[in-house]
Every structure is written in C-alpha cells, then in structure tokens.
C-alpha cells in the first residue's frame, strides 16, 4: 500500500430524486415499446423526469443539502465545489458555481467536471488529491443530470434508457488506511461518436436546422457501448486494486454504473461477485449518467448497508469514452 501524508475518504453522502416516475408502460404510449422488452433488455421499470422548471443545479443542490447535513459539516467549511455533469444547467457560467453561490459556501473554489457517466468516479479522484496533499480540507463531489432535457422522445432506441437525479458526497480526512486508497482513471477519445449530443457547442452550434434534425438532443450506437461497458466495468476494478495488491476477493460491495442490468451482471461476473453484493438503482432510476453512482453509494448508506471497513468498489463508464473505478475503504460508522 502507497503511503500517504493524509487519508481522504467520504464524511457523507446524500441524493434527490424529481418527484414525477416515468414507468415503462408510460413510455409504450409514446413510443412503439413495451415493458417487457425494456425490462428484458435494460432491467429499467421506471425513472424520474425533472419538471419543466427544475434544472441539473435544483436537483443539485437537495443532493448537497443532504450530503452536509449528513456529514455534518457547514458551506462556509468547504474550500472545493466540483460538479459531475453533462446536462450542466448552461454551458456558461459553471454549475459548481450556481451551487457555490446557493450553498453560500464562501470560501470553495468551484468547477464542473465534464466525463459523463464516469464523471463522479473522476470527480472523487481529483477531490481526493486536494485533500490528500493538505491543500484542502473539505470538498463537496456532486453527479447531476436532468438528462431528460436532452432525449429525442421519438427514439425508442433512447428515450427508454435515461432518468434525472443527483448524487453528492463530502470529502474531507479520514483515519490512515480508510477512504479513497485507489483509483483508476481512462479515456479513448476514437469512441467518441458512440455517445453525442451532435449540435451542443461550437462545431454545430444549436440552431433551428439543428432542432428540426434533433441534433442536440442524445445520439448512441447502444451496441458499440454496450460491447465497450462491459469490457471496461471489470477491467478498471482490476486496475484500481492492481495498484494496492488488493485481491478482488477483498471487494465488499460493487457500486457500478447503473446503464443496463445486463452490463451490471457482466461486470459482476468478471470479478466473481454475487449480485447480492452489487448495489442497484437501475430498475427504479435507470441511467443518470454522473448521478447514477453517488445515488446508489448516499441509497445505500442511508439503508445502513456499508459498515466500517467495508471495502466498496466504484466502477464507471460513459461517453467521452471514459472509464473511472475507485476502491474505496468505508471509514463512516453505522
Ligand atoms: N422497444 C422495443 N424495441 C426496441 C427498443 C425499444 N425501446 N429499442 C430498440 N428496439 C429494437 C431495435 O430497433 C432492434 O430491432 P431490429 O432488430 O428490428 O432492428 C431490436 O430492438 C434489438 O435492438 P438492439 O440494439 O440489438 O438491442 P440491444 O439488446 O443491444 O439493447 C440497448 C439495446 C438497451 C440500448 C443496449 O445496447 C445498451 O444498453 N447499450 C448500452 C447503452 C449505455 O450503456 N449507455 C451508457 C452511456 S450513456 C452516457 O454516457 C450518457
């Protein structure tokens, strides 16, 4: 094991949900699907769907809300705000900043953090290096996404898969030996086209041809991400504990991204874990993207499922393409 002036790891953990469910039976009277295939092939039942006046920074903030009470720490305590999103409310200003200024955290410095659905496993990792130098003491890591705002509600091949929500955890030091004891970081950008909003920024600027195409609205090829998911979910976790010694045998819990209960199974299976140990969302929220993970970790420990000790392994993977793990010792009592 590396050894580390300071230990960062999670002080708390919280999450929101929009209050509207979307179910699949829903969704068959507007598209030419079915429950059963949508359960059959994705494992999704339902999602939640942001209201037309709730942005990524409302469902944001409730998520933030909670995980500081949760931690027990205040705004004015945090030096670092990073916002994990693709759906951030504008392109310009960030929405860590819009989170900043409502927090009323003063003193935090604030970005967002473009990586999809990898975007919280990244986001975690950069936080933990501020800490873990000394740098900083506490920093807010937030997944959001009102990813409804961007589905073409005409393709089945899409529309079926997405949900809003956000996810939060407050970093800050932990006892030596607990917390964020690795992580793995990737990307190949030549995947890049498998996952677009095609007119969403300065290559093809939104423009009325643009809308009537639907081309800022969510383009994918789900068979080139399903067959690139299910390779890079296990690997990663393999990478992160290489980096410990850490046998996979060790892993308590897999918090994976929640895209497709199929690729969830894979994953699982490359690294010999029984579903019971898995944590799930995926039928009731379907995919978050960058919400997904820090949803499933704040349900999770809400229901008092980790003790301390509890070795949990983070897995992600997105657009971009990227991947992201973290292997994180649980360092919060029950
Ligand atoms: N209802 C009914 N039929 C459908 C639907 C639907 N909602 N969607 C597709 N079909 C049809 C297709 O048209 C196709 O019909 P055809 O054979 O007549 O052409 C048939 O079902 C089979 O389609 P496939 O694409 O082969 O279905 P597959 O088993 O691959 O499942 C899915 C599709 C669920 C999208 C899967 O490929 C997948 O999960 N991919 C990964 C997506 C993902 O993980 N994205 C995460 C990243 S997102 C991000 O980063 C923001």
Known sequence: ???????????????????????????????????????????????????????????????????????????????????????????????????????????????????????????????????????????????????????????????????????????????????????????????GDAIQIPSSGSRLPVSKETIDQRLNLIHMNGKDVFKFAVKAMGNTVKHSLEKIDMPQEKIDWLVPHQANIRIIQSAAKRLDMPMDKVILTVQKYGNMSAACIPIALAEAASEKRFKKGDIIALSGFGAGLTWASCIIRWSKDN
């Open 1 to 191: 094991m590396t050894l580390k002036k300071n230990y960062a790891g999670i002080l708390g953990t919280g999450f929101y949900v929009p209050e509207k469910i979307l179910t699949n039976d829903d969704l068959s009277k507007i598209v030419d699907t079915s429950d059963e295939w949508i359960t059959e092939r994705t494992g999704i039942k339902e999602r939640r769907i942001a209201a037309d006046d709730e942005a990524t920074s409302d469902l944001a903030i409730k998520a933030a809300e909670s995980a500081l009470k949760d931690a027990g720490v205040t705004p004015d305590e945090l030096d670092l705000i990073v916002v994990c999103t693709l759906t951030s409310d504008r392109i310009v200003p960030s929405t860590a900043c819009m989170i900043q200024h409502r927090l009323g955290a003063k003193k935090a410095a604030a970005f967002d953090l473009s990586a999809a659905c990898s975007g919280f496993a990244y986001g975690l990792s950069v936080a933990s290096q501020f800490i873990e130098t000394g740098v900083y003491s506490k920093a807010l890591v937030i997944g959001a996404e009102a990813l409804s705002k961007y589905i073409n509600w005409e393709d089945r091949n899409t529309c079926v898969l997405f949900g809003d929500g956000a996810g939060a955890a407050v970093i800050g030091n932990v006892e030596e030996g607990y917390g964020i004891l690795s992580f793995d970081l990737g990307s190949d950008g030549s995947g």
